[in-house]
């Protein structure tokens, strides 16, 4: 969330960026109930004062009669307005949570994903000398799933890889950990049970009902517990309620972790192939620094994911996103796309995005300065690696016309050293 004071200082950088972001603006009417919160505090206490001086004077009081009457007319009046300021308090709480982040002015303009801007390529496209498969027919004929199996089983919208494909998604997951860790991350393994509060104060849902996630969420009936849909959620909240101190900063983490999201605004979109599941697997970068480290520290997170792209012997392009399409929390957000051979376009495997300090004011996460101030620290996340999406590039980009899959070379010592899986043997 923002704070109260930018708002009151800047409604009109306020207004511009609901607008740029396609959210409502509530500017005027959290500017009215902002006003109306502080005179009714101003008002309590000012006659909480007057009440007590009465009270003080009603035991020497010769005639006790018109204090008492007067002490309790300034109650009935002080209750009044604490009714009315608990109310005032809990309508701007709600609409203070329902303003978006102020977007980079260096992220472009713009209404959805159309509008997003390609920075670089990198790679180019492989020119096959036969007819690639697509992802389902590699994994068909090596016998790397069996969706129909798994959904009668568990459901639509579940998978589990096999034999090869199964190794090779690990191999992935494997080496990314580890180039993390070599970088400085430090690797933590999360739980994907949380409680709701830690999603909220992620920030990527509006207002203060939490009720509202529950159509993106799993919630778990008869507890208070719901399963995360990222490592992000966990490592957000990590430092939550502590003053870190500025010498520490930057913190940079490698969260791990199944995740889970009911996809519920997604319906019929991917429904074939590795690309969009209720559980998959994800490695997430995440970094606590000041606000003046983050334009570097978002150059660091995109800069690994571009690394990985190219690990995996991977075109892939670098898009940045435009203000609507980049979400309620972010101030600027970047992502890469991997090119796909058999839709003949890039698909996005990952996002970066620079949060500014909206997370950490939701989760009170504080750092003191080398002068001596207290600030809220700034946040970033990136995608690691996400599988088995991941998996769609490799498999397709690299695939032979036998339909074995060739293994990128620095996953092959995570692979027994083999330097193919699949097709005919």
């Keep these: ?31 009215a109930l902002d006003g109306r919160v502080r005179e009714l505090k101003t008002l309590t206490q000012t006659k909480t004062a007057e009440k007590n001086k009465i009270t003080r004077e009603i035991p020497t009081a010769s005639d006790k009669a018109p204090l008492i009457a007067a002490s309790k ?55 096959f000398d036969f007819t690639p498969r697509a992802q389902w027919d590699l994994l068909d004929m090596n016998n790397w799933w069996a969706p129909e199996k798994i959904a009668q089983i568990c459901g639509t919208r579940t998978y589990a890889l096999m034999g090869e494909a199964a190794e090779l998604q690990l191999a ?61 959620i966990i490592l957000n909240s990590l430092h939550s309620g502590e003053m870190l101190a500025e010498k520490d900063l930057p913190i940079k983490y490698a969260g791990f972790s199944p995740c889970f999201r009911k996809e519920a605004g997604a319906a019929g979109r991917d429904t074939r192939g590795l690309v969009r599941f209720h559980q998959f697997n994800k490695v997430e970068q995440y970094i606590y ?35 609507g399409d980049m979400g309620f929390n972010k101030v600027k957000m970047n992502d890469v796309e991997a090119w796909v051979p058999s839709e003949n376009t890039y698909r996005e495997l990952g996002s970066c995005s620079s949060i500014g300090q909206f997370q950490a004011r939701r989760t009170n996460t504080r750092y003191r300065g080398a002068d001596g101030d207290v600030r809220f620290c700034a946040t ?46």
Aim: with cysteine; net charge negative.
């Design 1 to 31: 969330m923002l704070d109260i004071r930018f708002i009151r200082e800047n409604p009109d950088i306020v207004r511009q960026a609901c607008a740029s972001k396609g959210f409502t603006d509530y500017t005027d009417e959290i500017l």
């Design 73 to 127: 007319k300034i109650g009935e009046e002080i209750a009044a307005e604490l009714a009315e300021l608990a109310e005032k308090e809990e309508k701007l709480n709600d609409l203070m949570h329902r303003v978006p982040q102020i977007p980079s002015p260096t992220s472009p303009l713009g209404r959805d994903d159309s509008d997003n801007v390609e920075i670089r390529r990198v790679g180019t496209p492989r020119q």
């Design 172 to 232: 992935i997951e494997t080496y990314v950990i580890q180039k993390l860790i070599s970088k400085g991350f430090r690797f933590v393994e999360c739980p994907s049970i949380t409680k709701p509060q830690t999603i909220f104060n992620a920030g990527h849902f509006m207002g203060s009902d939490m009720s509202v996630m529950a159509d993106d969420v799993f919630m778990l009936s008869g507890t208070d517990r719901c399963l995360a849909g990222t490592a992000e």
């Design 289 to 323: 620094c000041t606000p003046e480290q983050s334009d570097e520290m978002h150059e660091l997170l995109l800069a690994n994911l571009c690394e990985i792209m190219e690990d995996l012997e991977l075109p892939y392009r670098v898009i940045a996103n435009c203000t």
């Design 380 to 425: 970033l996340n990136n995608t690691g690696i996400a599988v088995p999406r991941a998996l769609v590039p490799v498999i397709e980009n690299h695939q032979n016309a036998d339909g074995s899959v060739n293994i990128p070379k620095k996953l092959q010592p995570l692979m027994s050293g083999r330097t193919k899986i699949g097709g005919k043997h």
